[in-house]
């Protein structure tokens, strides 16, 4: 079941009719409400974060028009104003995606990345408020995760952790401190990412084919030390 969408702010709640309106008339199939608002943990100096799924057949070209588009509508609106006024953090932000996420092979330590992120935020706890059809319904009962996957992405993501940590051993004997500090910078977004690899964080199952099963949880970090043996 939807949970209802709570705003911090009747400007909040403004704020997303108007970006409704706007959507009604265009290629989307949904318009949802992601992130702190679509948690229940906004406040008043919170951004108003909404995704827009569009069809599958939109083009680049066709997205580039509907962000121009989008744009224009925001500069005039003075309810977008009002809000800006609440906090200098408050402002609308609009994203467009298509329900389609495919893991990427990283190499040469390239990570991190926010594939599990993407797929919790916009269909995990994501609340649609406007539909114009059953395709957001659909993508909320797709197997985006298994444990295969899980474990693939798991060893892929240690082993880019563990190459920036031994390239910050290297560059500290090169006196190259700058590029040490970046690849330290990285290796520990991928111990991150790593963390929640080893929790039910990303553990989407494909027992009852149903998003729910996703579970959000940070009780990972009391036991970081020994995910990463490198």
């Known amino acids: 079941m939807t949970s209802e969408p709570t705003f911090p702010t009747p400007v909040h709640r403004q704020a997303a009719q108007i970006v409704i309106d706007f959507s009604m008339s265009l290629p989307v199939e949904a ?61 609308v932000h609009v994203d467009y995606f298509d329900g389609q996420w495919r893991p990427e092979r990283w190499d040469d330590g390239g990570g991190p990345d926010s594939f599990e992120i993407e797929i919790g935020n916009r269909i995990a706890h994501a609340i649609p408020l406007w539909e114009a059809s059953n395709a957001f319904a659909d993508r909320r009962g797709l197997a985006y995760y298994d444990e295969v996957l899980r474990l693939e992405r798991l060893q892929m993501v240690r082993d880019a952790c563990c190459l920036n940590i031994e390239r910050v051993h290297c560059a500290v004997r090169r006196a190259l401190h700058f590029f040490a500090f970046d690849r330290l910078y990285h290796a520990f977004q991928e111990f991150l990412q790593a963390c929640s690899l080893r929790t039910a964080f990303t553990r989407l199952l494909t027992t009852n084919g149903s998003v729910s099963r996703w579970r959000g949880g940070w009780d990972y970090l009391h036991y970081m030390p020994s995910y990463i043996p490198c």
Not at 63 to 88: A, C, K, M, N, V
Request: charged share 30%; glycine share 2%; net charge negative.
């Open 31 to 91: 318009v949802l409400l992601v992130n702190s608002c679509a948690r229940g943990t906004a406040t008043a100096e919170s951004d108003l974060d909404i995704a827009l799924l569009i069809r599958l057949d939109f083009s680049a070209e066709d997205r580039h028009s509907l962000e121009h588009i989008w744009q224009q509508r925001y500069h005039d609106d003075p309810t977008f104003r009002e809000l800006e006024r609440q906090s200098p953090f408050a402002a």
